[in-house]
């Protein structure tokens, strides 16, 4: 199955500012998936995100807080911006893995302070 | 109603012991059914794909059943290295909804 490389693992940032997240899977992929685990929760789908195409978003989650680029069918980044206490999450990229389901990346653990 | 909604949990069960989750979910349009694994600080792990005509792998098992919309595992002999959180996944058309996680410690 995929590997997927993500960056930074963890970051504590300053509310106001912004955050973009990396992901790099070894292999050609057509959509990869961005998703949000608040503390003590479990995931929820942020957006889908297709290389050549804008992302789609799930309710409740918008553009202008979490832009996505997908410039390639390697990589995407995920930008958490204007950020606020209430983004402190861990922050997960995914790809589908065939008969093996989906991997995800290790996960950005992010703290607002 | 949750889409995919699994036993609260938590489990504290002795090693050696047979623990089942269950976990159900609203979709009848889903199309495949997944076991992940979440140690803690950790990013969700495959554990098993779930089949109709269920799925066995060394000490765990999975069942479908797509007419009353239910999912279970059975972890049999439990070893201290099975505590972790197990996510119930659901995916609809390329869509993976999560259930909430059954959290399972297995003492010594």
């Known amino acids: 199955s995929a590997v997927i490389s993500q960056k930074p693992s963890r970051d504590i940032c300053q509310r106001g500012t912004s955050l973009t997240i990396q992901c790099q899977v070894d292999?050609?992929?057509?959509?990869m998936f961005w998703y949000r685990q608040q503390p003590g929760q479990s995931l929820t789908l942020i957006a889908t995100?297709?290389?050549?195409?804008?992302?789609?978003?799930e309710s409740g989650f918008v553009i202008d807080k979490f832009p996505i680029s997908r410039p390639n069918l390697t990589f995407s980044t995920l930008t958490v911006s204007n950020m606020s206490p209430e983004d402190s999450s861990i922050y997960l990229c995914?790809?589908?893995?065939?008969?093996?389901?989906?991997?995800f990346g290790s996960g950005t653990r992010l703290t607002v302070v | 109603r949750k889409e995919v909604e699994q036993d609260p949990g938590p489990f504290n069960v002795p090693e050696g012991a047979t623990v089942a989750f269950n976990c159900t979910y609203s979709?009848?349009?889903?199309?495949?059914f997944f076991w992940y694994r979440q140690d803690c600080r950790k990013e969700p792990k495959l554990l098993m794909s779930?089949?109709?005509s269920g799925n066995e792998d060394g000490r765990f098992t999975a069942q479908l059943n797509r007419a009353s919309q239910y999912i279970s595992l059975l972890i049999r002999d439990s070893k201290l290295s099975d505590s972790a959180t197990y996510l119930c996944?659901?995916?609809?058309?390329?869509?993976?909804?999560f259930g909430s996680g059954t959290q399972l410690t297995v003492l010594p």
């Open positions: 995914s790809v589908e893995a065939g008969t093996y389901g989906y991997t």
């Open positions: 996944v659901v995916d609809g058309r390329r869509q993976l909804t």
């Open positions: 292999s050609q992929v057509t959509m």
């Open positions: 995100a297709n290389q050549g195409s804008e992302a789609t978003y």
């Open positions: 979709n009848s349009a889903s199309q495949s």
């Open positions: 779930v089949y109709s």
